[in-house]
């Protein structure tokens, strides 16, 4: 249904219920604004937004109103560009404008600027404040974001979103009148996960990214290349900007499925680690199994690689869940099916195809992020989300609000209208049910929390299936509490219309998986959607886990003679996967190992050929998210010195195995192709992305702006002739910045920029509606296929009930946004944002151990032991305790399992 | 009596304590309204007494009191406005110190007309010394059965709570109120929804001043229809003002409404003429914020009738050439004082208590104050004068909440009135510098022009 409006004389049908502001947005019409934000809603409070309404069309006075606060209703007639509010709208730029400094020239924000499009915009030009301009003190923020208070124009974006969106507690305002400040209440870093989307919140320079300064670029300098983030399996979109050769920074890009207008702090400041001095920058070879490996010249590597690969008998792969698709593809190709090992733990390797099937389930659906925002009852099932995807995180503290959102929508209160839903709803809130061993940050938003450990989460978990569908196994022995709260949660699950289950593969418990299959099913049964989010730990662990593949403990498993004689390891630190004495005692019984990385791990140091292959920023491929959304990323840059993508360096070596297959692989689309040809699974990419040979009106996509400045000048230093610019033969992107005007694919979109709108506002014309989808569909596409069984087989629960030992604890791990992820780890920024290696114990528990908060204390487990420092979480069940997981200089350790705590000074 | 409605007992010794507060006539209201009338009847006389809110606007108790959101499931709030900031406004003040039962009093009727449960006494962190008092007559109310459980045996009961502000003059906005009631950062909230159905914790409330409030004991007492025969037309019943300034007699006077405003500054009972025998330059007779008046204008309106002390009678010309009854905080000037002088007084103010949330509001005043503050310095410019007027209206309409307007109006009524003494400014600035605002001096005159409307009143 639709109704008629008026602006400016000409007639609209538009949707109804959205309000006037974003209306015209959709409908392309420049209204300018600054409090407004799509995902954020409206408060009216800067009344930037003006437009003119007119009661009927009799009616020539009309009167000033808000447009974000107008709903849209049959018959409105409105003018945007009336004269008076024309002026009126300058008028509120003049006066922000009076204590705005005028640094635009000298402003990191310059170029990119809300304020600077709606000055123009605006018309408002000549100042008429003589007086000097108030100012303040910035604050230390932490290293991901700069403050710079004296540009702030008071339009409340930052609070409204570090506090109302993400539930974030140390930002806010302080003062009043015209001296308003945002802030923390005294200098320190911002806690939020979410604290980099200020940068792009902001209209204009008060919050900037830190990590970009460091090496800064005007935004029109960089050359943008659409990306997918490779920090978490929930595969955020993003714009990767380079100049130099460098990656310069992340961007969020539009992805109405999935992460939407915003990212998390590791995705968007992780990406330090392409431009670090441990990057492997030429081929090396070591000459004895005892020395590392030293740079050679490319014939010695040809030739060594020719050796390796033609002289063996056996050749086999370790690919990676952080490579792409396609180039485990390629490694699979080289090696053959029944050499190729996924690069995955044996436990994680059985979790991801258990939740891969899981999910193929007809009775399953696999929900997106936008669709999880929409879910109004949630169990999460032993998944720290804050810590493990928080985008999904984030993405359910929208859901929490459905409720109120509801709740208001039933006294006529429109979701839009942000400030009225939060004074109707108040504290109502969907269900939001978190199961967890240790406290998480989800708590304080969850109608209730569980505490247990993970055999008891799971046990619960059962239970609350066959509460919801009697065909469920059911569960013996449960405590009075247990049931309580498995018939809590069932109940909440089934009054809701929209419910979801919400579990993951990092507590490694497949009891657990089952467990929230067995909801989901049940929910399914009862006549709801059976909605089950599965949460991995890699970019690829999905993709990885829909290809052919064996963990690659079964190839250490092998006897020493039939192991293999060369081996290729993709994209891989087997250190952070296994026991350093398995991986140390394979990589030693392999007479060649061929590693290709692009940072020196563990795993690169005993390589006897190490290949340099480019990160995301340097090669494309396709990565399917936990969603089982495929999506592309393109290089951002052509890599320097021998730095080549793997899947090229993979054809490479196949042509020195005697495998001429890979010869016709000339670019991307070749083996992208190849790959959709002989992987089922992957059938559908075919097609679906646009090849390297699309082209909008014969001409190829820009991946710089029209304003890219110096491109004649960049490197005269090194050479004034203007070197010819580098081709991409893989993408329809060019590294250029003349292309197709048109607006591109929404998966090729490398800036956002509409006439008049140079900052990433200009977003919101890139879509069908604010905070909606992008225009011809959201970018990505899902891959997984519901399998045609007809019979719902529910799975039966596996463990018993935990039951703590005297003196033993069931060590769980507790993952950490910065640190337990590989690659962010190694930039600058992330890494000042690890914690120490702490372990999360009772309080109880800890003076039963002896050993007290804060302190050192002893951990030993089955295989290893290690020095932690101890935290207090009176939460935490007995028994049990959390680990921080994975950061950097952490032995491999195998969890859950259990050991045994003492204080170091003994 | 003299037609004194609410100050009628304000002279007795005691009067603030409950006994002596019941021996005259305390209570009564209650007893009838909660005895004798149904919740309903007891609203139908305060619809009838045409009592109109007495915190500015002037809306109509019995209409404001009928949007409430009678059909929620969730609890009712009456919310008392204490908090009094307006500068030159210090009547409610007046009344809770010396008459806090009266208050009391409207409070239980309302609410038991409204059927509200749990009441707030929003008052003004400054009035530190009152919050003692209100507590003090509470709990005298609570020992006797006024207050708590089933009151008086009937089925109502109420509970009132006092809570000082923490000092913002924008928490007298009604929004801003429940916001700051609620522990948050008093910023006005967008209307709609109103509190009648949204208000405090998102439950349906009322928000009433205090002089409101107390009004409805009294016409309890003597009928809705017998209040609304005091007064003139649509402004009934009896009104407030707290007099200041350059007059003989400051205070708080009740007045019936209808009363000459020439009759009220002259007359000995009430103003008792200007100080020292000076004559009247403009009276700011609702509150700072309304507009100022010159004497010309405020003791006649534009077409030469006598301005009377009613909400019509002042509002008579529209901006043009009226003003508002506002808060009855009449503020009148002399022939010396200094329009200009404040014009910056007042707008330091506003832009100090600006909360800070709209754009024009938020910005403008201090733009405002700084020119004004050049000006009144001898160094102002011509162009100074009307950029005011530019950004005066650029505030006024435009903000969430009314106290965008209360800024603009003071600014762009003095220099629609008083234009040619910000010109004077601007042209002799040496000869403003030296004036000396402290002392009375005889020979002022010359520094002062003339009001620009061409009329010498003095």
Same mark, same amino acid.
């Given at each position: 249904?639709?109704?008629?409006?008026? +602006?400016?004389?000409?007639?609209?049908?538009?949707?109804?219920?959205?309000?006037?502001?974003?209306?015209?947005?959709?409908? $392309?019409?420049?209204?300018?604004?600054?409090?407004?934000?799509?995902?954020?809603?409206?408060? $009216?409070?800067? =009344?930037?937004?003006?437009?003119?309404?007119?009661?009927?069309?009799?009616?020539?006075?009309?009167?000033?109103?808000?447009?974000?606060?107008?709903?849209?209703?049959?018959?409105?007639?409105?003018?945007?560009?009336?004269?008076?509010?024309?002026?009126?709208?300058?008028?509120?730029?003049?006066?922000?404008?009076?204590?705005?400094?005028?640094?635009?020239?000298?402003?990191?924000?310059?170029?990119?600027?809300?304020?600077? %499009?709606?000055?123009?915009?605006?018309?408002?030009?000549?100042?008429?404040?003589?007086?000097?301009?108030?100012?303040?003190?910035?604050?230390?923020?932490?290293?991901?974001?700069?403050?710079?208070?004296?540009?702030?124009?008071?339009?409340?974006?930052?609070?409204?979103?570090?506090?109302?969106?993400?539930?974030?507690?140390?930002?806010?305002?302080?003062?009043?009148?015209?001296?308003?400040?945002?802030?923390?209440?005294?200098?320190? +870093?911002?806690?939020?996960?979410?604290?980099?989307?200020?940068?792009?919140?902001?209209?204009?320079?008060?919050?900037?990214?830190?990590?970009?300064?460091?090496?800064?670029? =005007?935004?029109?300098?960089?050359?943008?290349? /659409?990306?997918?983030?490779?920090?978490?399996?929930?595969?955020?979109?993003?714009?990767?900007?380079?100049?130099?050769?460098?990656?310069?920074?992340?961007?969020?890009?539009?992805?109405?499925?999935?992460?939407?207008?915003?990212?998390?702090?590791?995705? =968007?400041?992780?990406?330090?680690?392409? @431009?670090?001095?441990?990057?492997?920058?030429?081929?090396?070879?070591?000459?004895?199994?005892?020395?590392?490996?030293?740079?050679?010249?490319?014939?010695?590597?040809?030739?060594?690689?020719?050796?390796?690969?033609?002289?063996?008998?056996?050749?086999?792969?370790?690919?990676?869940?952080?490579?792409?698709?396609?180039?485990?593809?390629?490694?699979?190709?080289?090696?053959?099916?029944?050499?190729?090992?996924?690069?995955?733990?044996?436990?994680?390797?059985?979790?991801?195809?258990?939740?891969?099937?899981?999910?193929?389930?007809?009775?399953?659906?696999?929900?997106?992020?936008?669709?999880?925002?929409?879910?109004?009852?949630?169990?999460?099932?032993?998944?720290?989300?804050?810590?493990?995807?928080?985008?999904?995180?984030?993405?359910?503290?929208?859901?929490?609000?459905?409720?109120?959102?509801?709740?208001?929508?039933?006294?006529?209160?429109?979701?839009? @209208?942000?400030?009225?839903?939060?004074?109707?709803?108040?504290?109502?809130?969907?269900?939001?049910?978190?199961?967890?061993?240790?406290?998480?940050?989800?708590?304080?938003?969850?109608?209730?929390?569980?505490?247990?450990?993970?055999?008891?989460?799971?046990?619960?978990?059962?239970?609350?299936?066959?509460?919801?569908?009697?065909?469920?196994?059911?569960?013996?022995?449960?405590?009075?509490?247990?049931?309580?709260?498995?018939?809590?949660?069932?109940?909440?699950?089934?009054?809701?219309?929209?419910?979801?289950?919400?579990?993951?593969?990092?507590?490694?418990?497949?009891?657990?998986?089952?467990?929230?299959? @067995?909801?989901?099913?049940?929910?399914?049964?009862?006549?709801?959607?059976?909605?089950?989010?599965?949460?991995?730990?890699?970019?690829?662990?999905?993709?990885?886990?829909?290809?052919?593949?064996?963990?690659?403990?079964?190839?250490?498993?092998?006897?020493?003679?039939?192991?293999?004689?060369?081996?290729?390891?993709?994209?891989?630190?087997?250190?952070?996967?296994?026991?350093?004495?398995?991986?140390?005692?394979?990589?030693?019984?392999?007479?060649?190992?061929?590693?290709?990385?692009?940072?020196?791990?563990?795993?690169?140091?005993?390589?006897?050929?190490?290949?340099?292959?480019?990160?995301?920023?340097?090669?494309?491929?396709?990565?399917?998210?936990?969603?089982?959304?495929?999506? =592309?990323?393109?290089?951002?840059?052509?890599?320097?010195?021998?730095?080549?993508?793997?899947?090229?360096?993979?054809?490479?070596?196949?042509?020195?195995?005697?495998?001429?297959?890979?010869?016709?692989?000339?670019?991307? %689309?070749?083996?992208?192709?190849?790959?959709?040809?002989?992987?089922?699974?992957?059938?559908?990419?075919?097609?679906?992305?646009?090849?390297?040979?699309?082209? +909008?009106? @014969?001409?190829?996509?820009?991946?710089?702006?029209?304003?890219?400045?110096?491109?004649?000048?960049?490197?005269?230093?090194?050479?004034?002739?203007?070197?010819?610019?580098?081709?991409?033969?893989?993408?329809?992107?060019?590294?250029?910045?003349?292309?197709?005007?048109?607006?591109?694919?929404?998966?090729?979109?490398?800036?956002?920029?509409?006439?008049?709108?140079?900052?990433?506002?200009?977003?919101?014309?890139?879509?069908?509606?604010?905070?909606?989808?992008?225009?011809?569909?959201?970018?990505?596409?899902?891959?997984?296929?519901?399998?045609?069984?007809?019979?719902?087989?529910?799975?039966? /629960?596996?463990?018993?009930?935990?039951?703590?030992?005297?003196?033993?604890?069931?060590?769980?791990?507790?993952?950490?946004?910065?640190?337990?992820?590989?690659?962010?780890?190694?930039?600058?920024?992330?890494?000042?944002?690890?914690?120490?290696?702490?372990?999360?114990?009772?309080?109880?528990?800890?003076?039963?151990?002896?050993?007290?908060?804060?302190?050192?204390?002893?951990?030993?487990?089955?295989?290893?032991?290690?020095?932690?420092?101890?935290?207090?979480?009176?939460?935490?069940?007995?028994?049990?305790?959390?680990?921080?997981?994975?950061?950097?200089?952490?032995?491999?350790?195998?969890?859950?399992?259990?050991?045994?705590?003492?204080?170091?000074?003994? | 009596?003299?037609?004194?409605?609410?100050?009628?007992?304000?002279?007795?010794?005691?009067?603030?304590?409950?006994?002596?507060?019941?021996?005259?006539?305390?209570?009564?209201?209650?007893?009838?309204?909660?005895?004798?009338?149904?919740?309903?009847?007891?609203?139908?006389?305060?619809? *009838?007494?045409?009592?109109?809110?007495?915190? #500015?606007?002037?809306?109509?108790?019995?209409?404001?009191?009928?949007?409430?959101?009678?059909?929620?499931?969730?609890?009712?709030?009456?919310?008392?406005?204490?908090?009094?900031?307006?500068?030159?406004?210090?009547?409610?003040?007046?009344?809770?110190?010396?008459?806090?039962?009266?208050?009391?009093?409207?409070?239980?009727?309302?609410?038991?007309?409204?059927?509200?449960?749990?009441?707030?006494?929003?008052?003004?962190?400054?009035?530190?010394?009152?919050?003692?008092?209100?507590?003090?007559?509470?709990?005298?109310?609570?020992?006797?059965?006024?207050?708590?459980?089933?009151?008086?045996?009937?089925?109502?009961?109420?509970?009132?709570?006092?809570?000082?502000?923490?000092?913002?003059?924008?928490?007298?906005?009604?929004?801003?109120?429940?916001?700051?009631?609620?522990?948050?950062?008093?910023?006005?909230?967008?209307?709609?929804?109103?509190?009648?159905?949204? #208000?405090?914790?998102?439950?349906?409330?009322?928000? !009433?001043?205090?002089?409101?409030?107390?009004?409805?004991?009294?016409?309890?007492?003597?009928?809705?229809?017998?209040?609304?025969?005091?007064?003139?037309?649509?402004?009934? #019943?009896?009104?407030?003002?707290?007099?200041? #300034?350059?007059?003989?007699?400051?205070?708080?006077?009740?007045?019936?409404?209808?009363?000459?405003?020439?009759?009220?500054?002259?007359?000995?009972?009430?103003?008792?003429?200007?100080?020292?025998? *000076?004559?009247?330059?403009?009276?700011?007779?609702?509150?700072?914020?309304?507009?100022?008046?010159?004497?010309?204008?405020?003791?006649?309106?534009?077409?030469?009738?006598?301005?009377?002390?009613?909400?019509?009678?002042?509002?008579?010309?529209?901006?043009?050439?009226?003003?508002?009854?506002?808060?009855?905080?009449?503020?009148?000037?002399?022939?010396?004082?200094?329009?200009?002088?404040?014009?910056?007084?007042?707008?330091?103010?506003?832009?100090?208590?600006?909360?800070?949330?709209?754009?024009?509001?938020?910005?403008?005043?201090?733009?405002?104050?700084?020119?004004?503050?050049?000006?009144?310095?001898?160094?102002?410019?011509?162009?100074?004068?009307?950029?005011?007027?530019?950004?005066?209206?650029?505030?006024?309409? !435009?903000?969430?909440?009314?106290?965008?307007?209360?800024?603009?109006?003071?600014?762009?009524?003095?220099?629609?009135?008083?234009?040619?003494?910000?010109?004077?400014?601007?042209?002799?600035?040496?000869?403003?510098?030296?004036?000396?605002?402290?002392?009375?001096?005889?020979?002022?005159?010359?520094?002062?022009?003339?009001?620009?409307?061409?009329?010498?009143?003095?």
């Amino acid at each position: 249904m639709m109704v008629k409006i008026q +602006i400016d004389g000409t007639y609209y049908d538009v949707k109804p219920g959205k309000n006037l502001l974003e209306t015209c947005l959709a409908l $392309g019409i420049d209204v300018p604004h600054f409090c407004y934000h799509g995902a954020m809603g409206s408060v $009216g409070a800067c =009344r930037l937004c003006a437009v003119k309404k007119f009661r009927d069309p009799c009616d020539q006075k009309g009167r000033i109103i808000m447009s974000c606060m107008e709903p849209v209703n049959e018959g409105l007639i409105v003018s945007v560009n009336d004269p008076d509010a024309k002026m009126f709208r300058a008028a509120i730029l003049e006066s922000l404008m009076i204590n705005h400094p005028h640094d635009c020239p000298v402003c990191d924000e310059g170029g990119e600027c809300h304020l600077q %499009d709606m000055l123009v915009m605006t018309g408002h030009n000549y100042r008429r404040f003589d007086f000097k301009k108030r100012t303040h003190f910035n604050q230390y923020l932490g290293p991901f974001i700069s403050h710079e208070m004296n540009r702030c124009i008071q339009c409340y974006r930052c609070v409204r979103f570090y506090d109302d969106y993400t539930g974030g507690k140390d930002l806010a305002v302080f003062g009043s009148h015209d001296h308003l400040y945002f802030g923390r209440g005294e200098d320190g +870093i911002l806690e939020s996960e979410f604290s980099g989307n200020l940068v792009e919140v902001c209209p204009t320079g008060v919050f900037t990214d830190k990590t970009l300064k460091e090496h800064y670029t =005007r935004k029109w300098d960089l050359s943008n290349t /659409p990306s997918v983030c490779v920090h978490c399996s929930i595969g955020c979109n993003t714009i990767a900007g380079e100049r130099y050769g460098k990656l310069r920074r992340i961007m969020s890009r539009y992805n109405g499925a999935v992460n939407g207008y915003f990212l998390c702090d590791r995705g =968007r400041f992780g990406y330090q680690f392409v @431009n670090v001095e441990n990057r492997i920058g030429e081929a090396q070879i070591r000459t004895s199994k005892n020395s590392n490996p030293v740079e050679a010249t490319p014939d010695m590597i040809a030739s060594a690689c020719a050796e390796a690969l033609s002289g063996s008998k056996k050749i086999a792969g370790i690919g990676s869940p952080r490579a792409s698709l396609e180039a485990n593809f390629a490694l699979q190709k080289l090696v053959g099916k029944e050499n190729f090992f996924a690069g995955v733990s044996r436990t994680e390797h059985t979790l991801a195809k258990t939740a891969i099937d899981i999910l193929q389930h007809e009775a399953i659906h696999s929900p997106s992020l936008k669709e999880i925002e929409k879910a109004d009852a949630i169990l999460i099932l032993g998944e720290d989300l804050t810590n493990t995807a928080p985008m999904a995180a984030l993405a359910v503290r929208q859901a929490a609000r459905n409720k109120g959102i509801e709740v208001a929508g039933n006294s006529g209160i429109p979701p839009w @209208n942000d400030y009225a839903v939060r004074l109707k709803a108040q504290d109502v809130k969907s269900p939001i049910i978190m199961a967890n061993p240790f406290s998480a940050k989800l708590d304080e938003i969850a109608e209730k929390t569980y505490r247990a450990a993970y055999s008891d989460i799971a046990r619960v978990g059962f239970a609350v299936a066959a509460l919801i569908n009697d065909g469920a196994p059911g569960v013996k022995g449960l405590s009075k509490e247990q049931l309580s709260m498995a018939q809590h949660i069932a109940n909440a699950l089934k009054e809701a219309k929209n419910p979801m289950v919400i579990t993951g593969t990092h507590g490694g418990s497949e009891d657990m998986v089952h467990a929230a299959a @067995n909801i989901a099913m049940a929910l399914f049964l009862h006549g709801k959607e059976g909605a089950l989010s599965i949460v991995f730990p890699e970019c690829n662990s999905m993709g990885l886990g829909m290809m052919d593949g064996k963990p690659f403990e079964d190839l250490a498993g092998l006897p020493a003679d039939s192991t293999c004689d060369t081996l290729v390891i993709l994209e891989n630190d087997l250190y952070r996967r296994a026991d350093q004495s398995l991986i140390d005692d394979l990589l030693e019984r392999c007479k060649n190992v061929i590693v290709l990385d692009h940072l020196i791990t563990g795993t690169t140091l005993k390589s006897d050929i190490l290949l340099p292959v480019g990160t995301f920023a340097e090669s494309e491929g396709t990565l399917v998210n936990n969603e089982g959304r495929a999506q =592309r990323f393109y290089r951002v840059f052509p890599a320097e010195g021998t730095v080549i993508e793997s899947w090229r360096q993979l054809k490479e070596l196949m042509i020195f195995s005697g495998n001429h297959e890979s010869a016709s692989w000339e670019n991307f %689309d070749h083996v992208a192709q190849a790959m959709s040809d002989s992987i089922p699974a992957f059938a559908k990419i075919k097609g679906h992305m646009p090849g390297a040979d699309f082209r +909008i009106l @014969n001409e190829k996509i820009k991946r710089q702006t029209m304003r890219f400045s110096g491109r004649t000048a960049m490197n005269a230093q090194f050479s004034v002739s203007e070197p010819k610019s580098p081709v991409d033969p893989d993408s329809p992107l060019a590294f250029s910045m003349e292309g197709a005007n048109e607006t591109p694919p929404s998966s090729l979109v490398t800036n956002y920029w509409t006439p008049g709108w140079n900052s990433n506002n200009a977003m919101n014309f890139y879509l069908d509606e604010p905070n909606g989808s992008m225009k011809g569909g959201d970018p990505g596409f899902r891959l997984l296929e519901t399998a045609a069984t007809k019979h719902i087989l529910f799975f039966a /629960p596996v463990t018993g009930a935990f039951t703590p030992e005297a003196g033993e604890w069931e060590i769980v791990p507790a993952y950490q946004i910065f640190g337990s992820e590989e690659l962010s780890s190694q930039g600058p920024a992330v890494a000042e944002r690890i914690p120490e290696p702490f372990i999360i114990m009772n309080r109880r528990d800890a003076e039963e151990a002896g050993v007290k908060e804060h302190e050192m204390i002893d951990l030993t487990l089955t295989r290893s032991s290690l020095q932690v420092k101890l935290k207090i979480d009176d939460n935490i069940p007995a028994g049990v305790a959390g680990l921080s997981t994975g950061l950097p200089g952490m032995p491999f350790l195998k969890l859950p399992e259990s050991g045994r705590v003492k204080n170091s000074k003994k | 009596m003299g037609g004194k409605v609410l100050l009628a007992n304000v002279d007795i010794p005691g009067i603030r304590g409950f006994d002596t507060y019941r021996a005259h006539g305390g209570y009564i209201a209650v007893e009838k309204a909660l005895r004798e009338m149904t919740a309903t009847e007891v609203s139908l006389e305060v619809h *009838k007494s045409g009592l109109r809110g007495r915190g #500015g606007a002037g809306f109509p108790t019995g209409l404001k009191w009928s949007f409430l959101d009678r059909k929620s499931d969730k609890p009712r709030y009456l919310v008392c406005n204490a908090d009094e900031s307006e500068p030159g406004t210090f009547k409610d003040r007046y009344l809770m110190h010396h008459l806090p039962h009266l208050l009391l009093e409207g409070l239980i009727i309302s609410s038991y007309a409204l059927g509200v449960e749990t009441c707030y006494i929003y008052i003004r962190g400054e009035f530190k010394y009152l919050v003692g008092v209100l507590e003090k007559a509470i709990k005298e109310a609570y020992q006797h059965g006024f207050l708590g459980e089933r009151i008086l045996g009937t089925g109502f009961s109420l509970k009132i709570y006092v809570h000082p502000g923490a000092g913002a003059y924008i928490c007298g906005e009604e929004t801003a109120l429940l916001e700051s009631l609620e522990g948050k950062r008093g910023n006005p909230r967008i209307k709609p929804p109103f509190p009648a159905f949204k #208000g405090l914790y998102g439950c349906p409330t009322v928000v !009433n001043n205090v002089e409101t409030l107390a009004a409805v004991g009294p016409i309890i007492n003597m009928g809705g229809e017998a209040y609304a025969k005091i007064g003139r037309g649509r402004s009934t #019943g009896t009104k407030l003002i707290s007099a200041c #300034g350059h007059i003989n007699n400051p205070g708080v006077y009740e007045i019936e409404m209808g009363l000459p405003v020439e009759d009220f500054i002259y007359a000995p009972r009430y103003c008792g003429g200007i100080a020292n025998d *000076k004559l009247l330059k403009a009276v700011i007779p609702g509150g700072s914020s309304v507009p100022i008046l010159p004497a010309d204008l405020i003791l006649n309106t534009a077409q030469g009738e006598q301005r009377l002390m009613t909400f019509e009678s002042l509002a008579e010309g529209d901006f043009e050439s009226g003003t508002m009854l506002g808060s009855g905080g009449f503020i009148v000037l002399d022939e010396d004082a200094c329009i200009v002088r404040n014009t910056l007084n007042l707008t330091r103010f506003y832009r100090h208590e600006s909360c800070g949330q709209c754009s024009p509001c938020r910005e403008g005043t201090g733009w405002m104050e700084k020119v004004l503050h050049r000006i009144e310095h001898g160094e102002g410019k011509m162009s100074d004068i009307d950029l005011l007027v530019r950004v005066a209206k650029n505030i006024e309409g !435009n903000t969430i909440c009314p106290l965008g307007d209360a800024a603009a109006w003071p600014v762009a009524s003095a220099i629609r009135h008083f234009r040619r003494e910000f010109v004077y400014h601007v042209k002799f600035p040496e000869v403003v510098k030296n004036i000396d605002h402290g002392a009375i001096q005889s020979d002022t005159e010359l520094l002062i022009p003339d009001s620009g409307t061409g009329i010498k009143y003095w």
